[in-house]
C-alpha cells in the first residue's frame, strides 16, 4: 500500500513564524500536491509539483511557498504565518499515469493553529 | 474554470439502508475524471470509486455505486446496506484528462453519519 507520511498530526505555531509542513511518500510517485481543507470550503490545491525541483501554483497559493529536493519528499512553507491561515492541511501523491490519470493517495493531515 | 457542487451539508440514514449523495459539476471538457472520495474521522482521505467520462457504464465497488448522468454533469454515490463505519465526509472531485495528472477540484462535503 502507498504510504504518505505528514510530519505532524497537530501543530501549534505564533503570527510571524516561519512554518514547515513536511510530507514524505514511499512509492516513488513523480507527483505531489498540497491542499488546504477548510469547512463549508472543501480542499483547495496551494502549489504541486510533478518532479524534483519542479513546483507549480495551484489555486491559493499566496502566503505560501514549497520545496522538492528528493523525490519522495514535498514541503510546504508558510513564510511569515497568519491567524487566516489556521486549517487543515493535506498531502497527495501519485504516479505519472500517461493519460490514465491515477488516483491521488493522501497523507492524515496536519490541523495547523497560528495564534 | 470547472466547478464540482454538493448541495447537501450532512445526511442521515440508519443502518442497512440505502442513501444517495448527490453532486453535480461544470466544464466544457469532454473528457475527465470523477471521484468520491471518503474522509472518515480518522482524517486519512480514502478513494471511494472513480468514473471515467468516456464510460457510459456506471462504476460499482461493492456497497458503493454511482449514477453518472454526463448530460446533466451529475454524479451521485448510492451506498447500500449502509453500516456504522461508513460515517464519514464524502467529498466529490473532478479531474481533467491530461497527460501524467492534475489537480482535484472538491466539493465542499457531504457529512453522513449511519445511525445503529
Known amino acids: 500500500d502507498v504510504k504518505v507520511t505528514q510530519s505532524s498530526r497537530y501543530l501549534v505555531k505564533r503570527t510571524g513564524e516561519k512554518v514547515f509542513l513536511e510530507c514524505v511518500q514511499d512509492m516513488d510517485h513523480e507527483n505531489m500536491f498540497w491542499y488546504r481543507q477548510d469547512p463549508g470550503l472543501g480542499l483547495r490545491l496551494i502549489y504541486f509539483s510533478y518532479d524534483v525541483k519542479m513546483k507549480e501554483k495551484g489555486d491559493i497559493p499566496e502566503g505560501y511557498s514549497v520545496s522538492r529536493e528528493k523525490k519522495e519528499r514535498f514541503s510546504l512553507i508558510l513564510e511569515s504565518a497568519s491567524t487566516n491561515q489556521t486549517s487543515m492541511y493535506l498531502c497527495a501523491s501519485t504516479e505519472a499515469g500517461g493519460l490514465t490519470n491515477q488516483p491521488q493517495h493522501f497523507g492524515d493531515g496536519t490541523r495547523l493553529s497560528i495564534l | ?116
Request: aromatic share 14%.
Open chain 2, 1 to 116: 474554470a470547472q466547478t464540482v457542487t454538493q448541495s447537501q451539508p450532512e445526511m442521515s440514514v440508519q443502518e442497512a439502508e440505502t442513501v444517495t449523495l448527490s453532486c453535480t459539476y461544470d466544464t466544457s471538457e469532454s473528457n475527465y475524471y470523477l471521484f468520491w472520495y471518503k474522509q472518515p474521522p480518522s482524517r486519512q482521505m480514502i478513494l471511494v470509486i472513480r468514473q471515467e467520462a468516456y464510460k457510459q457504464q456506471n462504476a460499482t465497488e461493492n456497497r458503493f455505486s454511482v449514477n453518472f448522468q454526463k448530460a446533466a454533469k451529475s454524479f451521485s454515490l448510492k451506498i447500500s446496506d449502509s453500516q456504522l463505519g461508513d460515517t464519514a465526509m464524502y467529498f466529490c472531485a473532478f479531474m481533467r484528462a491530461l497527460y501524467n495528472t492534475d489537480k482535484l477540484i472538491f466539493g465542499t462535503g457531504t457529512r453522513l453519519q449511519v445511525f445503529p
